[in-house]
């Protein structure tokens, strides 16, 4: 696994930051596209890096990314940096579609994430 840093930015300036964990560039960016699509109705881009490297990843501009796209492992990983972000004392963590996607989550589950 190898960390990744995702940026989510409103006019180019960043409005939270959050770590996670991946297999590869492919991976790492299927997951920044969940987690900007859960946030997008506060964030309008994101940026991905690893180290000093920035991932070039498609941004979904028409279409949110869908967690269960994704495999079931970076599912898992998905969920658990939303709750993160949740968390998180930036401002993307006010995110009212993160919060329901959590809530929707949670409920689907009925466990605590």
Known sequence: MTAYRMYFL???ETRGRQD?????????TGIARVLFGTCSDICDSFELWQGRREIHAQQPHHSRA?????????????IETEEA???SRWSIAQSRRLA????RLKSKTGATL
């Not at 996670?20 to 790492?28: G, M, N, P, T």
């Not at 869908?66 to 998905?78: G, K, M, S």
């Not at 329901?100 to 809530?103: S, Y």
Request: aromatic share 6%; charged share 30%; net charge negative.
């Open 20 to 28: 996670f964990q991946a297999d590869d560039d492919v991976a790492a």
């Open 10 to 12: 409103v006019d180019d």
């Open 85 to 87: 972000i949740s968390q």
């Open 100 to 103: 329901e996607t959590l809530d």
């Open 66 to 78: 869908n967690l269960f796209d994704l495999i079931e492992a970076h599912q898992r990983l998905t």
